[in-house]
Each structure stands twice: as C-alpha cells, then as structure tokens.
C-alpha cells in the first residue's frame, strides 16, 4: 500500500525545511540572483540543518534517508528560490552517478565527502554540437590507465565542483552503448575549467564547462563496465529527473499562490479579479495540476525506495512536473498583467527559472522518449533512455 501521508519524521524535516525557505530563501531571491550565488549565511544555515548529507547512506555519514525525502526537501526548498538546491553543497548528479555505477562497496568511500557540506559534486555528460549517434569526448587505454580528451558544457558546478565525473566515448562502434564515466581530480594535468554560462534563470547555480586534452586517469577512475553503464546511466538520469521534478512543483506551487494573492487583492468592477471565471478556472487548472504533479512525483520515489523502481512511473512524473511549472509560473506572469513582467514581483522570475529548470537532467522531450518506451514494451535501448544532442542539450 502506498500512503500518501508523511511520517512524522518526515513532517518534521518538511517543516523545518519550509520555514527555512519562507524566512530565509524567498526573501533573499532578488540578492541571490545579483550574487548569482547563495549568500554564505544561508549555506551554512541549510549545512546546520543537515541537507547536504540527509539522502547518502548512513556509512558514508549521511542519515541514510530515501528518495522521497529528498524529494519533499526538495520540492520545499524550491518553493523558496528554485536556485537553492542547484547551489547548496552536495554530491547533485555526482552522487547518481556514483549510485547507479560504482560497487556498492565503493558509495561510502565516494559519497563520504559530501555528508558535512564541504564538498561539491559534478557530472559533465551535455557536448557543444556533439555527434547524435554518441559523445565527442573519448577515453582512451593507455598502459595501466585511460587518457580523456573533449570538450564539455552544460555543466552545473563546472566551475566549483571539488569531485568530478565526466562521461566519454570509450567504444565508438557501440554509439551510446559504449560510453563510459570516469572520475576526474578537478586538479588533473590537462583538465581545464570553461568560463561561467549565462542562464535564463536560476541565476544562484553555476553552469559551465570543460576542456579535456589529454587527461590521465587510472584504471580504477572508471565508474561500471562495458555492458552495465548504459542501463546504469539511464537509473542515475531517472533519479536526477525525479529531484528536477520535485523542485518543478515547488516552482509550480509557488506560483500558483502567488497568482491567487494577487488575483485576491486585485480588485475590478467591484470584485476581486480572481471571481472572475476565467481567471477563477485558470486558478483551479493550476491547483489541479500542482497537486497532481506532486502525488506523481511522490509516488514514483516511494516506488524506488521500495526497490519497485518503475521508469516509466518516473518518466511520467517528472515531465509532468516540469510541464506543470512552466505553465503555472507562465499563468502568474499574465495573471499578473503587466506587473509581472516587472522585476518588482516573483512572477518573471518564476518563469526563467521554470524555462531553465525544464533543461535540466533530462527534458521533457527526453521523458516523452522513456515513457513511449515503456508503454510499447521495447527493449532497453541507450537512445531512447539516455538525453542526447540530436534530443535537446540538457544541463547536469
């Protein structure tokens, strides 16, 4: 049976996360922006509460908590800044990647560094114009270890992160069934740090890119094997879209409750311009859609913690979510007529953030490929599982 009510402990973190994102987060958004980072007061106040480490496994001094909570912390935090998750401390695609490919008895040794807030992670996969059919950047044998060379983009944390893991073409007859993921130190000969992109939106994360030219790496700094890395790759792509997705209700709920404020307060021809149908319909459709997205997203990650892992239930959830949010945070913006295109109000800033946010780990056009998938019953295939350039660029 699933139930759709917190336990108390999980209660307990979402409160304290909420009222963390309304005191702290929701009035900072407009200096996170202008910093295009979180203040350091509010890192270490969410390191305090324990988020950088709260979903690694207990013997890598984590709390040892499931996807779900991740996703309700998530979807809380989001609710507040949109950027925040993106820009805390954390092991971020790093972790999933780590998770879904390296030996079980190698995830404390791993993911230990993040469990205090002082490391960051980082999974460079996206490539400016790469072949559709599999990745430019290749890893080569070379005596006991193996030589990378690429270039890539789209990164989040290029720039900061202090772990690294960089996917490259390792046989390029197999096309997206020959890739590999390899752990690169940040400091490695060769390695170079691209300069800072400019978003749209969730100006408080750092996307950027990097140069690969001759990078070496030991034999053991390869995450999986030949046969088991795409199938890897594509749970690790799930479990990053999952959180995407539960930060795309937070937005979308956000949103949501703004617009109906305003709409309350708003007043024309004598009432309130929310008791107008077609502002009130508009209300109800993004109330519906919110609540909806967010008991799918729920759903799919109390199926994994159950190791019921169900990528279509994860696909559906997450495109869903992501839809949800580009159409709430749109819906404010008009609702708010032309104040919400003012930088005066969270409406515009919704909306980038929400446009951005649709890019990252795997869009929804990629998720649309996962759940046609499923439902026809084909086979695993690496193409139609995996985000690739001929798809859409997409932000990890």
């Known amino acids: 049976m699933i139930s759709f009510e917190p336990t108390e402990e999980q209660q307990l973190i979402v409160e304290n996360v909420a009222a963390f994102a309304r005191q702290r987060l929701r009035p900072a958004v407009r200096a996170t922006e202008r910093a295009r980072a979180l203040a350091p007061e509010l890192v270490a106040e969410a390191v305090a509460l324990g988020l950088p480490g709260m979903d690694l496994p207990a013997d890598a001094g984590g709390a040892g908590l499931g996807l779900l909570d991740a996703a309700l912390v998530d979807e809380a935090l989001a609710w507040g800044d949109a950027a925040a998750p993106f820009a805390l401390p954390g092991a971020h ?29 980082a999974f460079a996969w996206t490539e400016p114009g790469a072949h559709p059919e599999a990745l430019a950047t290749t890893a ?18 290029a720039g900061r992160a202090t772990h ?17 993921v390899f752990l690169v130190p940040v400091g490695a000969p060769g390695l170079t740090r691209l300069g800072r992109a400019g978003t749209v939106g969730l100006d408080g994360a750092c996307f950027g890119g990097l140069r690969l030219e001759g990078v070496r790496v030991p034999a053991g700094a390869r995450l999986g094997d030949d046969e088991g890395t795409a199938r890897g790759l594509a749970r690790a792509f799930l479990r990053v879209a999952l959180r995407a997705g539960a930060r795309a209700v937070g937005l979308a709920r956000a949103a949501a409750e703004v617009a109906l404020a305003y709409t309350q307060e708003r007043h024309a021809f004598g009432k309130p311009v929310a008791h107008f149908q077609a502002v009130a319909f508009t209300l109800a459709d993004r109330h519906l859609e919110v609540d909806a997205a967010g008991l799918l997203v729920r759903r799919a990650a109390a199926l994994w913690d159950r190791g019921a892992v169900d990528p279509g239930a994860c696909a559906v959830a997450a495109a869903t979510a992501l839809r949800c949010a580009l159409r709430a945070s749109d819906d404010a913006v008009q609702l708010h007529g032309g104040a919400g295109f003012m930088r005066d ?11 951005t946010l649709s890019l990252y780990g795997m869009s929804a056009a990629v998720l649309d490929q996962v759940v046609a998938a499923e439902e026809l019953g084909l086979p695993f295939d690496a193409a139609s599982r995996l985000p690739t350039p001929d798809v859409q660029s997409v932000f990890t």
């Not at 193996?146 to 270039?151: I, N, R, S």
């Not at 109000?345 to 446009?355: G, I, N, S, T, V």
């Open 93 to 121: 695609a790093y972790g999933a990647v780590v998770r879904e490919l390296a030996p079980p008895e190698r995830h404390a040794e791993l993911l230990a560094p993040f469990a205090q807030g002082e490391a960051l992670g």
């Open 140 to 157: 080569r044998r070379d005596l006991d270890g193996w030589v990378l060379d690429g270039v890539k983009s789209h990164c989040l944390h």
């Open 164 to 180: 690294l893991a960089v996917a490259a073409q390792v046989d390029g007859t197999r096309g997206w069934d020959g890739v590999g």
């Open 345 to 355: 109000y969270l409406p515009e800033k919704l909306l980038r953030d929400a446009r």
